[in-house]
């Protein structure tokens, strides 16, 4: 039995590494925390180097729409994540006018194509992304996303992948909604 849990703990941490001390229930409690730290590894990087001007609360959002982000559900999962600090959002195209929206919200991503294990079908997924928070046209702030070195949340989707940085750029906004399922945290649209 003891060969099983450590060859199937083995497996899921893809370490390849194993010192026993000898005493079994040590060993499996190793195991298990190695096990754990290998899979938060798998979750979506943090922000890097967010800057935050405002940490006022903010409820409305005008999100200019970049059409060189090919990557359908990244406004999608970006308005789930609004949403779920409690933040209603709109689309509006580039270079005009939001009207009547004081706060705006711009954004750059990066795709990159691969195929996914057991597939042999090319599937998209985000590898870089930066929003940029305005008022009025003065930033309020900025924050970024770069999939993680080994490419452990590569297939993340991107609503998961800017989680973080919503939660950087609205600190003024707690998380209202925190329980949505994960097929309707990209389900959001408004263009």
């Known amino acids: 039995m003891r060969t099983i849990i450590t060859a199937a703990l083995l497996a899921t941490s893809l370490s390849g590494c194993i010192v026993t001390s000898g ?19 798998m979750t979506p990087n943090t922000t890097q180097n967010p800057i935050v001007l405002n940490k006022d609360p903010i409820r409305d959002v005008c999100i ?11 406004v999608p999962g970006l308005q ?3 949403l ?8 509006y195209d ?31 997924y985000l590898t870089y992304a930066a929003l940029t928070l305005r008022r009025d046209g003065r930033v309020l702030g900025m924050a970024q996303y770069r999939l993680g070195s080994f490419g452990q949340d590569k297939w993340a989707s991107p609503g998961d992948k800017l989680a973080p940085l919503i939660d950087a750029l609205f600190p003024g906004n707690p998380i209202v909604a925190d329980n949505l ?3 309707q945290r990209s389900a959001f ?3």
């Not at 298990?32 to 290998?38: H, K, L, Q, R």
């Not at 729409?65 to 990244?74: K, M």
């Not at 270079?95 to 706060?103: D, I, K, Y």
């Open 23 to 41: 005493n079994a229930l040590m060993d499996v409690v190793g195991l298990v925390g190695s096990a754990a730290s290998g899979v938060k590894a």
């Open 94 to 124: 580039a270079g005009t006018q939001a009207l009547a929206c004081p706060v705006t919200l711009s954004y750059v991503g990066y795709v990159k194509w691969d195929t996914k294990a057991f597939t042999e079908a090319y599937t998209p």
């Open 189 to 191: 649209s408004g263009y």
């Open 84 to 91: 779920r600090h409690g933040v209603q959002s709109r689309v």
């Open 64 to 74: 200019e729409w970049n059409g060189s982000v090919a990557l359908s559900d990244f």
């Open 181 to 183: 399922p994960d097929n």
């Open 80 to 82: 789930g994540e609004l």
